[in-house]
């Protein structure tokens, strides 16, 4: 079991920079792939960036790819999702989730934090 805990959240102008995080209880941590993703309202949840447990091999939506960077530490069991150049349409709800494999799927994580709030006003 797994339970994640997001946070860092908030109001952000267009252009500017935000760094999010998810804290993950349990000892294994390492031995999970790490997935941020996304919902805005009206919208269905959408894949931002992942990284594997071992060796950090990361993935990024074509959307964020260039202004976003996903990273871990396993020594604190927290990963990292730090944001710039934002975009009012990278406004949305942002979720962390841990699963056993890297990918872009959301089916393919099985546990899943609350959810923190980032808001890119124009």
């Known amino acids: 079991q797994v339970q994640l805990v997001e946070s860092g959240g908030g109001l952000v102008q267009a252009g500017g920079s935000l760094r999010i995080s998810c804290a993950a209880s349990?000892?294994?941590?390492?031995?999970?792939?790490m997935g941020w993703f996304r919902q805005a309202p009206g919208k269905e949840r959408e894949f931002v960036a992942a990284i594997s447990g071992r060796f950090g091999t990361t993935l990024y939506a074509d959307s964020v790819k260039g202004r976003f960077t996903i990273s871990r530490d396993n020594a604190e069991n927290t990963v990292y999702l730090q944001m710039h150049s934002l975009k009012p349409e990278d406004t949305a709800v942002y979720y962390c989730?841990?699963?056993?494999?890297?990918?872009?799927?959301?089916?393919?994580?099985?546990?899943w934090g609350q959810g923190t709030q980032v808001t890119v006003a124009s």
């Open positions: 989730a841990a699963g056993r494999v890297v990918g872009v799927l959301a089916s393919g994580y099985d546990y």
């Open positions: 349990g000892r294994t941590f390492r031995n999970y792939a």
